[in-house]
């Protein structure tokens, strides 16, 4: 068994109100002096900066993962991971039929680049990409499921787009396999709120928007893998879904 430090919750500047300077090569640069071993992209509804992601990361040494923070016809956040990019950019293809056209104010939320793996900018989203999309929270785990997927509540600890600050509960159904907080030391408090919880694995990431709240060396998992990123995100997926 090995400890792999991680960071499953990741911005960058294709997000509303992802800062500037959260390019793939920024992140991976960021995810080396944190000494973390895998990250996980999820820019709001789209997936279409983990390619160049996925190239700068192991360019570093990191474990990319693909992924995505959908947000649901409720206004709730989930986190969708896939272990094959490939996956994710089907997934990237569907939600963005099942997205509401809205123009994005560029003097608010930025400019939602597109960027390739030297941090070139090779096109921008023209509709504002964190409203609210027609895929119900019902729908979502399914859907995820579907194209070898992951999904499971975003930061439930937030008030903002939080499953249990929206629905006033953790719901048993639909199922999630697991469950992410902003701040780790919240667990036990929801935990006795929501016995559900006990029973199922968790997550601690930052959501980052900025480099500097990328996570340090702090949340790990203990994977028995060998080196092999393939190996490591299988082995990952497998302790997320609780197996």
Not at 40 to 61: I, M, Q, V, Y
Not at 85 to 90: F, G, H, Q, S, V
Not at 172 to 193: N, Q, V
Not at 213 to 226: A, P, T
Request: glycine share 6%; proline share 5%.
């Amino acid at each position: 068994m090995k400890e792999y430090y991680y960071d499953l919750h990741i911005h960058s500047c294709l997000s509303p109100c992802g800062d500037d300077e959260m390019t793939p090569n920024n992140i991976a640069g960021m995810g080396v002096v944190a000494k973390l071993d895998i990250m996980a992209l999820t820019d709001h509804n789209t997936c279409r900066n983990c390619p160049a992601f996925f190239k700068t990361a192991e360019a570093n040494g990191i474990v990319p993962v693909a992924g995505m923070e959908l947000t649901t016809a409720e206004d709730i956040h989930l986190v969708c991971l896939f272990e094959n990019l490939e996956d994710a950019m089907k997934f990237d293809a569907a939600v963005s039929e099942k997205r509401i056209p809205f123009k994005n104010r560029v003097d608010i939320f930025g400019e939602q680049m597109i960027m390739d793996e030297n941090d070139e900018v090779i096109g921008t989203e023209e509709n504002l990409l964190s409203n609210a999309t027609l895929i119900t929270v019902d729908e979502a785990p399914a859907l995820v499921e579907s194209f070898g997927g992951i999904c499971y509540p975003a930061h439930i600890d937030r008030e903002a787009n939080g499953i249990v600050a929206t629905l006033g509960i953790f719901p048993e159904l639909p199922f999630f396999p697991c469950a992410e907080y902003h701040d780790g030391d919240k667990r036990k408090e929801y935990e006795e709120k929501f016995p559900l919880l006990t029973s199922k694995p968790f997550v601690v990431s930052s959501d980052a928007h900025y480099l500097w709240d990328i996570s340090g060396r702090l949340n790990c998992f203990e994977l028995d893998c060998n080196d092999n990123p393939a190996d490591i995100r299988k082995k990952l997926f497998e302790r997320l879904k609780g197996l």
